[in-house]
């Protein structure tokens, strides 16, 4: 609900209500949206810059549009939080209960559940903020306490990501993000019906997925899919794809009865998987838009076998 008013604009009386319930039960006095406002476009140092872009994230008005107040010092504040938080590989874990009057404000609500031991790298790509409100997001909660970070038991890397580059992509407007999201419905829709198609041995019914870093296509959103499975394999073995306009996926690794998820332009495209003993296997498959190819490897005594079933997405 708005109440127009010509001194001062909309006002947002929503945010309103929720700022005045967390300042009681807070105890303290926040500053008025407006004069964080007039930090972003006047101050000149992040010391006085994040405190007041991270009220605004946090307890301003969902759709208070403050990112191109911002200008050039986007990309060095994104690389001060991922400072501040720690290494991308640092996995996030709920500490105590968020009050329910800070869990009232949308942002909050939307990046608090995904604290469920996911890496700091895994939550920045899964929000649907745009990655530098998703950061001051964390760095509200941990300052309060609500957040606890460690070492994972194992090293893990991250590759270089997207959103470093473009910390105020929103994730609804990202076309590759948006691909990947109604590809992963697409995936689990396709698992559920083979589950209940299945009356033996189903590998597809109990496979896990795994996203291959492939470079994007052109068009994320006309793109086609090749989900790669080995089956009665004992052995990784190095997989790549590419289609007749010269892009090529990359090499990556394939382990038995795991399903290789690569995003790919559509057309002819050409699998090929390099064992560590023996000759490469080859296998062509054409794939139009939104339609995902699922391909099952199986070895046989002279050649391999390749079962083939596409999927609309």
């Known amino acids: 609900m708005e ?3 010509s001194a001062s604009g909309p006002i ?7 700022r005045r319930d967390f300042e009681r039960d807070a105890g303290q006095l926040l500053p008025l949206v407006v004069d964080d406002l007039d930090i972003l476009r006047d101050a000149g140092t992040f010391e006085e810059v994040q405190p007041a872009l991270q009220r605004l994230v946090v307890f301003g008005p969902p759709d208070l549009n403050f990112l191109p107040l911002l200008g050039d010092i986007q990309h060095g504040l994104m690389e001060l939080y991922v400072d501040q938080l720690g290494p991308l590989t640092l996995e996030a874990h709920k500490l ?8 009232a404000f949308p942002r909050v609500a939307v990046v608090y559940p995904l604290l469920d031991g996911r890496s700091l790298a895994r939550i920045i790509d899964r ?35 997207q959103w470093l580059e473009q910390p105020l992509a929103a994730r609804r407007d990202d076309a590759l993000y948006a691909a990947q999201q109604d590809l992963a419905v697409a995936l689990r829709t396709f698992q559920l019906v083979q589950s209940r198609l299945a009356e033996g041995y189903s590998p597809w019914a109990r496979c896990k ?12 959103r006309q793109a086609t899919a090749v989900v790669l499975m080995l089956d009665a394999v004992h052995d990784a073995m190095v997989w790549t794809v590419t289609s007749e306009s010269g892009w090529c996926s990359g090499e990556f690794l394939g382990r038995a009865l795991d399903a290789m998820v690569v995003l790919a332009p559509p057309g002819r495209l050409t699998v090929v998987g390099t064992p560590y003993v023996g000759r490469p296997v080859r296998q ?12 099952r490897a199986t070895p046989k005594a002279w050649r391999w076998r390749f079962e083939k079933t596409t999927w609309d997405w």
Do not use: N
């Open 12 to 18: 947002d009386l929503a945010t309103y209500r929720r």
């Open 96 to 103: 105590g209960d968020v009050p329910l009057s800070l869990m």
């Open 284 to 295: 062509s498959v054409t794939s139009a838009a939104r339609t995902m190819t699922a391909l």
């Open 127 to 161: 929000s649907p903020l745009a990655p530098l409100e998703t950061c001051a997001v964390l760095a509200t909660l941990g300052r309060a306490g609500w957040l606890r970070l460690q070492e994972p038991w194992t090293a893990r890397t991250h590759p270089a990501a």
């Open 3 to 5: 109440l127009t008013c």
């Open 209 to 220: 997925f795994l996203r291959v870093a492939a470079p994007p296509p052109d068009d994320p």
